[in-house]
Structures are given as structure tokens and as C-alpha cells.
């Protein structure tokens, strides 16, 4: 679903909202549909029947995705209440399930990737900053300001990080083709790795912006697989967390150096072994890659 | 969240784990009777602070005597001995850092013999996503060296959440440590109730170093470290009062009462910043420059003027601080917001250092303006790198 959703040939994803009638869902709801989404339901199970926003309210997500053929779910609920609503959306049918909510629990988060597994589904997120193909859809709190139809893909385990970054490439004319924002906790449906073949054949993609932290394994995890397949388009990467102390938790959940594991020096190394160029700060790495679209341009 | 280990065994007897009896005193009066009511003829008195490598610790005051946080002891009296010369005295290790950890309480348990030390571990695995059990037949030695110089005496799998625990989890625990007879029945059994209690309690590690064999045959867990999800402590009631504050930084202490993350660094800069990524990537753009970051702060998404007043009072308080970045994207935040409450917070808690103030986003010249016509001493930035620059510049000169 992912691969439908990047893909600019294929038809818009109908995508439906739990916990729809929140005072910020409501809000972020109105600027997806500004940004194009296809937004077909929302879902509430005390508002089910009304229409917000002209988008229509059914109680269940059962009810919603046999009216509506909804195959994107984004709950907009607590912490304790995405598991629920995950598994509520997974047994309506739902293919794809981004999570933008912060603080879900490990031990709901490894039942939700065993769900998902066992449903042949997709999960993006936990404390997913949201996904979008600029011009055409987004999906989650990504702020209009920074997006702009471009040649890079952008894979981000940050929200602001990557607002930043997205900020400053399109200030020197470089928007996004798609921008996949994979989260910065530990327990996760899509990791870096997971998108190496969805943008190897991507054809709007000329090149690839990682925002990656410290903590756990995922950025060496993409080194190993795109040393084994290569993507064939320049990647490069900003890792957040050099300045970090060892045995905290920095912000985000997942973003934690411990036993000597998870650090800034073992991510870069893995990286750039791969062929991926690395930088500790956003301006070199700004310069570097509108440096080099615009060569190869020429 | 950490709690002490003497918590951490409580939680596990509750359980059905095989531990010792013990007591913990937080007083030198207490300590006689505690240990008089255990049986003997060996105890055990260990330091109870939220840091490892407590045996080979050392204390920084002489009257605590040359041994380190855990000290055997062969009488009752000298049981109580031990705790007196412990309590209230600070205990430096590998993990606490020069300054050390002042000893609040003192646990006291009953000695036990040992035949054979393991390592065992429950932890949960970003790479499967599942909760992964890690064994070592070298136990009560640091697990990092062990994987480091003998990789082969670890055993490490992971269990589908689906099936849950299986006795033959227990059982492949069981033989790699070398087992035999009773020992691997209680093995499967002690490995299930683990397995249960890190699952039904939100634990994110449990670490039993060293799991004994004694000379009888039975498995005891003679030391236990666990951490738990703070996400999760809404249905743990009973470990969120576990919680022990006196062992937390006190001004991340403050900072979490606001719902702000915060944490102490040893630099110059103090930071105010929103979103995590961002803060670190300012945090090490600083460093880039040259000064060294007195802090991690992440206002959060949803921060009002009295959270960023707060803020600005808990970096003001750190008396290392020569000056402050304040690097706001306004995302899902507003810029105005931001900027009203570092103009309310300055005016309240008064601004003897430096500050650079970055704003860039949502009502970004709002914010702006609400900063240039305060009359305050702020110096605005266009960006993160000019901003780094600028505060680095007042700060080294």
C-alpha cells in the first residue's frame, strides 16, 4: 500500500480517520484535504451519521470501510487507545496504518507489528510525524510550509528535524517526491531498510535524504541492505545525537546509546561504508546535495 | 523508570521468583533489628542506589571504610555495622560518574552459597520487535565484555508474542547454562514467571546478573535490575510508586512536572528547543562551533507560555550556564506562542546571559515582532547555523 501510495500513476488511496472528531484531528483533517487527500471517512463512535468538514462520520470503521472502501487508516487517538483502534481498523480491512501519536507502550507496539504481520498489512509509525507525495497527499502533522513537489525522497525518524531539512532544500529549490516519516521509537512497522525497494524503481526520485538519530540499529540496517542492493541514486544522510550522552533517552523514545550500542560514530561508519554521505549538520548537507542535482542536471 | 533492587525483588517474589529474605533500613537505628531478623550465619549489605558496579565501587568519604557498596557480613552485628558506615555516604561507580550517589538505603539479606553464577536477561529486541531472552554461563561479569572478547557463551532468542512463552523457551535457557536434573524443571518454571512479570508490568529490561546454582540444586536470583516504560505506567500504578526521586536529577525532576524533557548536560549553553530531533541536532551544532551544550530540552508540540516559562527558569537555574539558544520550528506550534512566553519568562526570572532566539515556521513574524518590540536584550537569528554562531560568539567572545 505504501508502493500505491508514492507511486504517481496509481489512484488516489482513500484514506479514513479514527478519533476524527478531536479537536486537532478535526484541524489536521482540513489541511490533508487542503493538501489533496483523499479522505472518505471519518470515524467516531459517537458521531457516527454526521458529516464534518463534508467528510462523513460512521461509528465503526466496519461500517466506514464497507460504505467507503477506505484502505488507509490514521488513528488520531491516545497513547493507550492506538492498539484498539489499530486492530479495529486491521479486522475492517484496512491495508495501511500510520500511527502519528507519541508515547504508545512497547508492549502494545510489539503486538501491533505481530498483528500486522499476521494480517499481511503495513504499519508506519509509532510516533510517525506522518507520510506525504507533495502536491498530491499527506497523511499526518507534516506542515505545508515544507513541502513542495521535488526529486527527493525523504526517510525521517523526526518530526522538527525534518521540517528543518525539508525547509532548507526547498528554499534552494529542491522539493520532495515522497517523504516517509518512519518515527523515533524503538518498536516500529517501517524501518529505513524496509523502503530501500519502493524507491529503487521510484522514478520521481533522483536522490535520498535520510534524518536518522541515534539509538538502536536501523541506520546500520540500511547500510547492510543497500550495500547488498544498491539503490542506484545518491543517498545521503543527517544523523542527529553526536553531542549525546551515553544511557539517556533523548527525547525520543527510541533515541538512547547504551551497553556502546546505537551511537552517532557506528552509524556514520556503517553508512558511509555503503556509499551514503553523511553529515552532523543540516547547512554542509543542504549545500552538498543541491551541489550535486544540480551537476548532474547539467 | 529504575527502581532499586530490593524493589525489584519484591516485585519478583510477587511473582513466585526464588529470592533471598532481606530488609531494607534507610537508618543506622533500623539496621540491628532488620538484620536480627533474618538467619544467618552469612548476610549480605548492599548499597541500594539506581547505578551498577556496585561491589567494585568505592566510597568517597573514609568513615564509610575501603570496601565498596555490597560487604558480607558474618554477625548481626556486623551486619548493622556495615549499614551505619553506608548510609548517607556517597558511593562512586563506573556508571555514576565522578560525583557519586549518596546512599539513601541499605538492603540486608541473607547470604547465599554459590555454586555456579549465569548471566540472564529479558529485554526487548528493536531489530524482531519481540521480547528477547539473553543468557550467559559467564555470570556476574559485565554482559558488553563478555559479548566482546567470547560471543559464543551468549545465547540470545526472541519469542513470538502470538505463542507467548513455551516451556521449551525454558529449556534451551536451561542447557546452554549446563542444567542438569531439578535445576532445568526450576529453570523453565523461573523463566515463565519472568517472561510473565516483564510482559504484565511494561518492563523494558530485567536483568538478573548473577542468576546462582546452589549447592543444593536450587536456583536463586541473587541480584535483579529492571526498567520499566514510562509510557505505560498509567496501568502500573504499583511500579509509578516505586518511583524513588531522590535518585533523579532535580531539575529534570521539575521538568517532567511540566511535561518538558530535560536533561542535564555538563556545558555552557543551555538550550530551549521543540521536537527531539531538533534539539539534538542543536545540541551538536553548538558543539560544532565549539561550546559545548549545558542541556537537552524539548518543549514538546503542545507548549503554552507557562510551560516555556518554566523552562526558561529550569535553564536559568543551572549555574553553568553562560548563555541560551532558543531554536523554535513552528510545525504544529506557533512562533507567537513561543515567543510570548520567553518575553514573560525573561521579565519573570530576569536574563543575566546572553540569549540568541531562532524562530522560523508558523506565525514566525508574528513571533518576531513580539520579540524585537519586548525592549528586551534578545539577539534574533535567521537560522539554526547562525543561531549556533551567534550564541557561541557571546558566549567564547
Known amino acids: 500500500m505504501l508502493e500505491h501510495l508514492i507511486d504517481p500513476a496509481a489512484p488516489q488511496v482513500p484514506v479514513m480517520v479514527q ?74 480491512g484496512v491495508r495501511l496504518i500510520v500511527t502519528v501519536t507519541e508515547g504508545m507502550p512497547v508492549r502494545d507496539a510489539m503486538h501491533l507489528h505481530a498483528l500486522i504481520r499476521e494480517h499481511g498489512a503495513e504499519w508506519t509509525g509509532a510516533s510517525s510525524p506522518g507520510l506525504a507525495v507533495p502536491g498530491r497527499c499527506k497523511l499526518g502533522f507534516l506542515p505545508d510550509a515544507c513541502l513542495a513537489p521535488g526529486p527527493i525522497a ?77 539503490l542506484g541514486k545518491p543517498v545521503y544522510a543527517i544523523l542527529a545525537g553526536s ?12 533515541a538512547i546509546v547504551s551497553g556502546g550500542k546505537g551511537t552517532f560514530e557506528s552509524k556514520a561508519e556503517a553508512l558511509q561504508s555503503a556509499g551514503v554521505h553523511v553529515f552532523r549538520a543540516i547547512p554542509p548537507l543542504v549545500d552538498r546535495v543541491a551541489q550535486d542535482l544540480q551537476k548532474e542536471t547539467a | 523508570m529504575n527502581i532499586h533492587e530490593y524493589q525489584a525483588k519484591a516485585l519478583l517474589r ?74 548517607g555516604k556517597t558511593l562512586v561507580t563506573h556508571q555514576t560518574g565522578p560525583a557519586g550517589k549518596q546512599v539513601n538505603r541499605v538492603y540486608i539479606e541473607d547470604g547465599s552459597d554459590i555454586e555456579k553464577e549465569f548471566y540472564l536477561a529479558l529485554l ?75 510482559t504484565e508490568k511494561d518492563m523494558e529490561m530485567l536483568e538478573i546478573n548473577p542468576l546462582i546454582l546452589m549447592p543444593n540444586g536450587d536456583l ?4 535483579a535490575k529492571l526498567g520499566f516504560d514510562g509510557n505505560a505506567m498509567y ?31 555538563d556545558g555552557e549553553i543551555g538550550c530551549m528547543v521543540n521536537g527531539a530531533g531538533l534539539a539534538m541536532a542543536t545540541m551538536d551544532i553548538i558543539k560544532l562551533y565549539g561550546a559545548e551544550p549545558a542541556n537537552f530540552l524539548d518543549v514538546g508540540g503542545g507548549a503554552t ?59 514566525v513574524e508574528k513571533g518576531k515582532e513580539i520579540i524585537n518590540s519586548s525592549g528586551l536584550d534578545v539577539i534574533a537569528a535567521d537560522d539554526l547555523k547562525d543561531g549556533a554562531q551567534k550564541i557561541v560568539k557571546a558566549v567564547k567572545g
Open chain 2, 235 to 265: 496501568r502500573n500504578q504499583d511500579v509509578a510508586g516505586l518511583r524513588d526521586e531522590t535518585e533523579e536529577d532535580p531539575k529534570e525532576l521539575a521538568a517532567s512536572k511540566y511535561d518538558l524533557n530535560y536533561i542535564a548536560l
Open chain 1, 19 to 92: 478519533g476524527a472528531t478531536g479537536r486537532a484531528a478535526r484541524q489536521h483533517i482540513k489541511l490533508m484535504l487542503r493538501h489533496g487527500t483523499n479522505i472518505v471517512a471519518g470515524i467516531s463512535p459517537k458521531a457516527g451519521g454526521e458529516v464534518q468538514d463534508g467528510v462523513p462520520i460512521f461509528a465503526t470503521c466496519a461500517d466506514a470501510v464497507a460504505a467507503t472502501g477506505a484502505r488507509v487508516t490514521l488513528p488520531m487517538v491516545p497513547p493507550m487507545s492506538v492498539l484498539p483502534a489499530a486492530r479495529e481498523a486491521l479486522e475492517a
Open chain 2, 124 to 198: 526487548v529486541d528493536r531489530g524482531s520487535s519481540r521480547i528477547s531472552f539473553v543468557c550467559s554461563t559467564e555470570g556476574g561479569m559485565d554482559i558488553e565484555e563478555v559479548a566482546a572478547s567470547t560471543p559464543d557463551k551468549i545465547l540470545s532468542f526472541d519469542v513470538d508474542p502470538a505463542i507467548g512463552y513455551q516451556p521449551y523457551h525454558g529449556r534451551r535457557v536451561a542447557f546452554a547454562l549446563g542444567l542438569t536434573g531439578g535445576a532445568v524443571k526450576q529453570c523453565v518454571k523461573l523463566m515463565s514467571i519472568l517472561y510473565k512479570a516483564f
Open chain 1, 154 to 230: 525523504l526517510w525521517s525518524k523526526s518530526g522538527t528535524l525534518s521540517y528543518e531539512t525539508a525547509l532548507r532544500l526547498k528554499s534552494r529549490g529542491l522539493g520532495q517526491s515522497a517523504w516517509i516519516g518512519v518515527g523515533g521509537d524503538a518498536i516500529k512497522g517501517t524501518r529505513f531498510a524496509d523502503l530501500v525497494p519502493l524507491f529503487r524503481d521510484h522514478a520521481p526520485t533522483r536522490a535520498v535524504v535520510i534524518v536518522g538519530e541515534i539509538g538502536g540499529t536501523e541506520e546500520e540496517d540500511l547500510a547492510a541492505r543497500l550495500s547488498q542492493e544498491p
Open chain 2, 220 to 223: 536463586k536470583v541473587l541480584d
Open chain 1, 243 to 254: 553531542a549525546a550522552p551515553e544511557g539517556k533517552t533523548m527525547g525520543h523514545a527510541g
Open chain 2, 305 to 363: 507560555k507557562e510551560k516555556v516559562t518554566e523552562a526558561f527558569k529550569i535553564i536559568t537555574s543551572d549555574p553553568n550556564v553562560k548563555g541560551i539558544l532558543v531554536n523554535i520550528f513552528g510545525g504544529i506550534m506557533r512562533c507567537d506562542v513561543i515567543a510570548e512566553g520567553v518575553v514573560a519568562a525573561v521579565k519573570d526570572v530576569g536574563l543575566k546571559v546572553p540569549l540568541v532566539v531562532r524562530l522560523e515556521g508558523t506565525n
Open chain 2, 14 to 87: 510477587q511473582y513466585g521468583a526464588p529470592v533471598s529474605d532481606g530488609r531494607v533500613v534507610l537508618t543506622a537505628n533500623e539496621a540491628k533489628s532488620a538484620a536480627g531478623e533474618l538467619d544467618g550465619p552469612l548476610w549480605v549489605v548492599k548499597a541500594q542506589i539506581h547505578a551498577g558496579g556496585r561491589g567494585k565501587g568505592s566510597f568517597k568519604e573514609a568513615e564509610a571504610g575501603e570496601k565498596g557498596g555490597v560487604r558480607l557480613a558474618k554477625s548481626v552485628q556486623e551486619a548493622a555495622d556495615e549499614a551505619k558506615k553506608m548510609l
